[in-house]
Nanobody, 129 residues
């Protein structure tokens, strides 16, 4: 069973920075993907960023590109999301998800294609104007 735990969400002022952390365990495959997703109140969940365990290849949503940076520490099975220049529109519950790389790529491309093996409980990020 894949187990995912996020942390780091809090209240921050617009223009500020925040780092979210995601720790993953239970993945049997060495090639896996870890992604960050978010869901704002009244809106659908959207992909934020994803990283591959193999080569560190990353993907970003257009709305966060240039402001957010995803990084991985494969030795600790940890993925960080550094968020800079935060905006009120970034306010959401942020979820970390993990699974085999092909599964995560499919889910990133279209959530109807697949479902990650593991989801975290979510961490609230609130950006005040």
């Amino acid at each position: 069973e894949v187990h995912v735990v996020e942390s780091g969400g809090e209240l921050v002022q617009a223009g500020g920075s925040l780092t979210l952390s995601c720790t993953v365990s239970g993945l049997n495959s060495g090639d896996y993907g870890v992604g960050w997703f978010r869901q704002a109140s009244g809106k659908e969940r959207e992909g934020v960023s994803m990283v591959s365990s193999i080569d560190g290849a990353t993907s970003y949503a257009g709305s966060v590109k240039g402001r957010f940076t995803i990084s991985r520490n494969t030795a600790k099975n940890t993925v960080m999301l550094q968020m800079n220049n935060l905006k009120p529109d970034d306010t959401a519950v942020y979820y970390c998800a993990a699974g085999p790389l092909a599964q995560m790529i499919n889910f990133w491309m279209n959530p109807r294609f697949d479902t990650p093996d593991g989801w975290g409980q979510g961490t609230q990020v609130t950006v005040s104007a």
